[in-house]
């Protein structure tokens, strides 16, 4: 099993989740974090001051799937979360050991 992990622009989170809920992805878990890349966040103005915004809001998604489903995976949140634009975001994959539904204890693919 893979654990997929994806930080996107909040504006798109919609669009990836449809794209992943058409490949059959049943369940994920979204977060609310901030951080910067090479972006390195801007500059703003407020009420005639500038100040900097280093720490930008992103979201993170987190899906653990089954190897066949990764690599299409990867290409539907690539494709869904695009906008060309610096700060698009990043995929990571990591190996998922083991899974364990708490309700049946049902294990490793059943349990996704």
Request: hydrophobic share 45%.
């Amino acid at each position: 099993m893979k654990m997929l992990v994806a930080i996107i622009k909040p504006f798109k989170l919609d669009a990836v989740r449809e794209a992943l809920a058409d490949l059959g992805v049943q369940g994920m878990t979204v977060t609310e974090v901030r951080g910067f890349g090479r972006q390195k966040g801007h500059t703003e103005l407020y009420r005639g001051a500038e100040y900097v915004v280093d720490l930008l809001p992103k979201i993170k998604l987190e899906v653990a799937l089954a190897p066949d489903q990764l690599d299409p995976a990867i290409e539907a949140i690539s494709k869904a979360a695009r906008t060309g634009q610096i700060g698009d975001g990043k995929v990571f994959v990591y190996d998922l050991e083991q899974t364990i539904r708490i309700r049946t204890g049902e294990a490793g693919i059943e349990a996704v």
